[in-house]
Every structure is written in structure tokens, then in C-alpha cells.
């Protein structure tokens, strides 16, 4: 059993920047795939990013391109999103996801992954 625990979310002002954390347990982290999803009230969670085994992969969701950074430290079983320029339609809860899968076609769906954490609020003020 996988344990995942977001932090960092809060109350920042447009253009803005916050860094999510997301901790892990386990002593296998270094052989999940991580993601990053996000559910604004009222709609489906979406994808945000997904950094590989090695991190040597990134993929992101075109609204964030260019403004999104994951990242993980595998020694400290961490995976982060570094999110500058924020916008209020980035409003939502963040969750972290983890896959024991190599990284794939499949990386992007809500379904492809294995443990999910309990969300951290980000909230984008205009």
C-alpha cells in the first residue's frame, strides 16, 4: 500500500506562484510513475502532469505548458509541481497520483493509476 500526502496549496493572487509537494511512502517510489490532477468544483479531474520513473520524462495538459514544472526527488520519496503564472481558472483541489507502471500512452487517464492522495485547495484570486 502506497500512501500519498499533498501539501502547499493556498490563496495566491494572479500571476502568482505556488510548489506543490506531494509525499510518499513506501520504500518503491522510485519505480512509480507519479502524476499530477486537478477537479475545479462542478467538473471531472483532469490531468495536469506526470514525470516518469526516472524523471527523465515529463508530459503536460496544454492549459499549463510553459507554466507547470513536475518534478521528484526519488531519495526523498517527493514529487513536486512548481506552478508559476497562475490564473484563477487554475482554481481547484490538486491531487497526486501514483502507478506502478513504466510511463505510457495511458499516463494521462484517471484510471491508469493506482493510489491518489486526498488533495490540496488551490485557490487563484483575480
Known amino acids: 500500500q502506497v500512501q500519498l500526502v499533498e501539501s502547499g496549496g493556498g490563496l495566491v493572487q494572479a500571476g502568482g506562484s505556488l510548489r506543490l509537494s506531494c509525499a510518499t511512502s513506501?520504500?518503491?517510489?522510485?519505480?512509480?510513475?507519479m502524476g499530477w490532477f486537478r477537479q475545479a468544483p462542478g467538473k471531472e479531474r483532469e490531468f495536469v502532469a506526470i514525470i516518469s520513473w526516472s524523471g527523465t520524462r515529463t508530459y503536460y495538459a496544454d492549459p499549463v505548458k510553459g507554466r507547470f514544472a513536475i518534478s521528484r526527488d526519488n531519495a526523498k520519496n517527493a514529487v513536486y509541481l512548481q506552478m508559476n503564472n497562475l490564473k484563477p481558472e487554475d482554481t481547484a483541489v490538486y491531487y497526486c497520483?501514483?502507478?506502478?507502471?513504466?510511463?505510457?500512452?495511458?499516463?494521462?487517464?484517471?484510471?491508469?493509476?493506482?493510489?491518489w492522495g486526498q488533495g490540496t485547495q488551490v485557490t487563484v484570486s483575480s
Open positions: 497520483a501514483a502507478a506502478m507502471k513504466p510511463y505510457g500512452s495511458s499516463s494521462s487517464r484517471r484510471e491508469w493509476y493506482d493510489y
Open positions: 513506501g520504500r518503491t517510489f522510485n519505480m512509480y510513475t
